[in-house]
């Protein structure tokens, strides 16, 4: 007998906790019954216009729940549904299409237009679900489309009662996207006994139960939401969703979010991880907090060691290591406070029903503390890449221990070793794939891009580790009267944001091996390339105040007004640390998208100074600040003790 799957688990949970909250957002709470509802009115239209078993869906929606139900109604008549991020560029959009061709799509009717002239490139026609506030509705007259069919009479559509479909465990479930070498995005097909597998062993190992309250935090295009979403819907727990995604960047909002909402279960990439820590998080905060699940990057000793000095053991750390390929992951790894002293964190062992190899370039399994690739062996992985069976094939490969045609491989790329312990250690990557928030990355596929520019001659991307141990994308461009803006935008127009290099670099030509390779070792660092740069003082002291915290927060030794912070390496999560240190040095009330706006020193001092209580507010605390950086011990408590001094 099979084990239930992931809807029929959700279906259970439904008939125990149906009048409890399934999902708690700014718009308030769904129960699991009323969620169940809105799913099955969904799927049963979808089965009423004749969508069959495999079907693939593409889902564009802005609102979390609006997702959260269309993922669950593809689930219920056994499709498989495709998470489209709108903000992405066309071409990225088309190339995703191209690959996947869905069916049908769940779409809001903002992106309709967009979504059609994409699909017209294509020529593929196909049908468009609009959805409309609360509501699933007919498209108006002014929504037409030429390649997208809008379906008609959904609006008076009303049928809640269960979706009756026996499941295939073995059948695709969704498709998430990731980079290519090639320049085209890969669409990585998940089975539905690849969901049930995660789940059940987290719920289980983290002891989640009725109430639990998980936090939505990971873009619903990435595999990773799944987390998010299953665990506590199947557990009989809340799926906590923010107010808005912005807040997720601004760590004094995200960690007051986390205390309200009492969450018990953060799911994150280890640079969110560390935005948080950045933040400021004071013990008596995260009272309800339970377990931290991280996955996708490296988790660094430096800041468990922070986390915990904080916290101490009270919040369970758990490093997750595994790919996209063989469903969510396959290793697992519960810190303790002593593994702040390693070298690294390892990633764990191998959860039940999934095994790991560490072999040599000859296939032959590495003695333990020897580097080798890591090989995943087990039966929940992916099905491969949707449409790109060649790809699939290179990765996928017949065990080289034994000869038995049946007993397949994912092949890593990742390079590690096994610890005397019996923990895998991540150690790096054999190609030039990184990983940026989380995020694959593959760098081949940002400088074939760039290349398309006529005036680049040459050029190298790399990944580079900030201050903060954030990595971020830096590219060293070789050409003939460039601009950095047009390089830049060039990269915006076709590539999703974490790909779009942080920095760009101009040189005269890029170091080389003997054997003619570019030399990435050898190229400048950006505290390198910008000391040969102009410099350009602060002329006043909120300037002075803003360069010299830019300074300390990206590691370099002066900055000069009119650099563009993110052109100096400068990310999101770094940003969050520069806002927060400016209220606190110049009492200014200053929103994080002020370093949006405002990109250098100069520009963001003009915004500080618009955003004072009291006009010259600033500027007077600029000059104190001054004035404490060249007094002694004695004579700043002094000056700090005397009343007018501190009305400032």
Sequence with gaps: MRPALITEMFQQAVERFGPNPAISSAQGQLTYQELDERANNLANFLLAQKVTRGALVGIMVEDTVKAIVAILAALKIGGVYVPLDPTLPDPRLEAMLEQARPEWFVIDSQFLARLDAVNGKLGINARAILTDEDKLAAPSS?????????????????????????ADPEQMAYVYFTSGSTGRPKGIAGRLKGIDHFIRWEIETLGLNEGARASQLLPLTFDGSVRDIFAPLVAGGVVCVPESREMILDTERLIEWLDREEINLVHCVPSLFRALINGGPRPEQLKALRHIVMAGEAVLPADVARWTQIFGERVALVNLYGTSETTLAKFYYFIKEADKDRPSIPVGKPMPGARALVLDEKGRICPPGTV???????????????????????????NPLNDDAQDIVYRTG??????????????????????VRGMRVELGEIESLLREHGGVRDVAVIDREGTDGTKYLCAYVVGESLDIDELRALAASRLPDYMVPSAFVMMEKLPRTLSGKIDRKTLPTL???????????????????????????LGLKRVSIDDNFFQLGGHSLLA????????????????????????????????VVAHEAKPGQAERVALILKRIEKMSAADTTRMLQEKEVVRG
């Design 527 to 553: 505290a390198q390339a910008n000391e040969a740069r102009e410099f350009i003082e602060p002329r006043t002291g909120v300037e002075e105040v803003i360069a010299g915290i830019w300074a300390e927060v």
């Design 414 to 435: 990742d390079l590690g070793r096994i610890l005397e312990d019996g923990n895998f250690e991540f150690i790096g990557r054999k190609d030039q794939q990184v990983k």
């Design 142 to 166: 002014s929504q037409t489309a030429q390649h997208l069919l809008p379906v008609a009479g959904l609006s008076e559509h009303d049928n809640p009662l269960p979706v009756k479909l026996d």
């Design 576 to 607: 969050t640390q520069v806002i927060s240190r400016i209220r606190e040095a110049l009492q200014v009330d200053v929103p994080l998208s002020a370093l949006f706006e405002g990109t250098t020193v100069e520009k963001l001092a003009r915004l």
């Design 372 to 398: 080798g690739e890591i090989y995943i062996r087990t039966p929940y992985r992916s099905l491969g890449y949707i449409n790109q069976p060649e790809l699939t094939s290179e990765v996928f490969v017949k």
